[in-house]
């Protein structure tokens, strides 16, 4: 999207805060200043609103009962499936599963997916950067194809390798692809580095060889607008609770054709349409992939968020996330001995960086104590932090709500930070 200043002019700040009631709140005597938002978003008023009603006026089961309650919670829970739909340019509401979140829509399609399609020998494409929920279900799933006790003997990971940027190497990923090729895995926004993969062509790239593509978009939905049929995307998973709805829910969007091939993940009520202890007949999508009662007031949560931030325009948010991710690069760059990791040239708001001889751990403690949330470790990325020779980073993740004088605060307290570790 080309960035203009229509956007940003159009995008009140001050007056979106004012929905989100967390962050009035102080934190050690401080006003909260929240960067941690690829960990999980804060929570408008219009979800909590969302919740509280679903508990309050219209507690019931879905899909089993006749009475009134029962009845009227199905068709809102199913109108946020179509809100889900919709937002994603799905072709189906039914491509559209509820799950526990972007970790269980992984394991779903790596349990199914591999159980049919993978045996000992295969080989499954991911990528260097990529979160341990899109590598340790296929990792997993290698081991359970393996014909011995050598786990060498089953399916293999071909990792696509980073340059220096923190950038997909494209020609390498070309390289990867074999006969045994049988999915690929990667995730749209580095969680870590903040990076954008070119979506569009690594899908591509893989259907040429009619390999299906799972993409992890946990950290784009939040930035971006997604189009599902425009990527043409086979599998595409999020979680709820990183674009300011509910923990506890998530969606995994799957192509019909592919839905229909995969054999049920989980079973039990919900799932079926008869059952007798000769033969059960499973329901149809997407019922079929989700058993038991679930997080209802999730669904409705989430489907509240997605309203939302769409009043406020995914244009607008990703124009003015953009102008606080040039401020806070080049705010932090004037840190003498503070090293960005992750300087690709498409990036969502995420910024990690280490400074010479502080751990990021006490540097985020020191933050803490003056109201500023940031994230410290290796971000579940361990393969990636190996990559460039660090135990770990200082993540700032920027959200919409973010100001530039919250940056300016972050910036005085890392010098403060540095004035008192290195001493």
């Known amino acids: 999207m080309e960035i203009t200043l229509k956007h940003i002019t159009k995008f009140n700040v001050k007056k979106i805060r004012q929905d989100f009631p967390i962050l009035s709140r102080q934190i050690n005597g401080k006003p909260l200043i929240y960067l941690d938002n690829g960990a999980t978003a804060q929570k408008p008023k219009v979800v909590i609103v969302a919740i509280t009603?679903?508990?309050?006026?219209?507690?019931?089961?879905?899909?089993?009962?006749?009475?009134?309650?029962?009845?009227?919670?199905?068709?809102?829970?199913?109108?946020?499936?179509?809100?889900?739909?919709?937002?994603?340019?799905?072709?189906?509401?039914?491509?559209?599963?509820?799950?526990?979140?972007?970790t269980e829509s992984i394991n779903?399609?790596?349990?199914?997916?591999?159980?049919?399609?993978?045996?000992?020998?295969?080989?499954?494409?991911?990528?260097?950067?990529?979160?341990?929920?899109?590598?340790?279900?296929?990792?997993?799933?290698?081991?359970?194809?393996?014909?011995?006790?050598?786990?060498?003997?089953?399916?293999?990971?071909?990792?696509i390798p980073i340059n220096e940027k923190g950038e997909l190497i494209i020609e390498e990923y070309k390289k990867l692809f074999s006969s045994r090729t049988k999915i690929v895995a990667i995730t749209h926004v580095s969680n870590t580095l903040g990076t954008i993969n070119p979506?569009?062509?690594?899908?591509?790239?893989?259907?040429?060889?009619?390999?299906?593509?799972?993409?992890?978009?946990?950290?784009?939905?939040?930035?971006?607008?997604?189009d599902v049929q425009d990527l043409d995307a086979d599998f595409y998973c999020f979680s709820g609770h990183k674009v300011y709805g509910p923990t506890g829910v998530g969606i995994l969007y799957g192509k019909e054709k592919w839905l229909k091939e995969l054999p049920n993940y989980q079973v039990g009520g919900g799932t079926i349409?008869?059952?007798?202890?000769?033969?059960?007949?499973?329901?149809?999508?997407p019922l079929r992939f989700e058993a038991g009662t679930p997080h209802i007031e999730g669904g409705i949560g989430l489907a509240a968020a997605i309203d939302y931030i769409n009043k406020i325009g995914l244009d607008n948010i990703q124009a003015y996330e953009h102008e606080l991710l040039k401020y806070a690069t080049e705010k932090l760059n004037q840190i003498k001995g503070l090293k960005i990791i992750g300087t690709a040239k498409e990036k969502a708001s995420v910024i990690s960086f280490v400074i010479d001889g502080l751990h990021p751990l006490d540097i985020g403690t020191i933050l803490d104590q003056l109201g500023i949330a940031v994230r410290t470790g290796h971000h579940c990325t361990q393969p990636l932090m190996e990559h460039f020779g660090i135990p770990g980073t200082v993540r700032v993740s920027l959200a919409f709500y973010n100001t530039k004088e919250e940056i300016d605060e972050l910036v005085k307290g890392i010098e403060k930070a540095i004035s008192m570790l290195k001493v």
């Open 53 to 102: 009603n679903y508990y309050t006026n219209q507690n019931a089961n879905i899909h089993r009962g006749v009475h009134k309650l029962s009845q009227d919670i199905t068709t809102t829970y199913e109108n946020a499936r179509i809100t889900i739909q919709k937002h994603l340019n799905a072709k189906y509401a039914h491509e559209i599963i509820f799950t526990n979140g972007a």
């Open 273 to 285: 349409k008869t059952v007798s202890f000769n033969k059960t007949e499973y329901a149809d999508l």
């Open 199 to 226: 979506i569009k062509e690594i899908i591509a790239i893989a259907h040429q060889k009619n390999i299906p593509v799972l993409v992890d978009g946990a950290q784009a939905i939040p930035h971006m607008k997604v």
């Open 108 to 159: 779903l399609v790596a349990s199914s997916f591999g159980k049919k399609f993978i045996k000992a020998g295969d080989e499954i494409i991911v990528s260097e950067m990529e979160h341990h929920s899109n590598i340790l279900p296929w990792q997993m799933l290698a081991e359970d194809t393996s014909t011995s006790l050598s786990v060498t003997s089953g399916a293999k990971l071909k990792v």
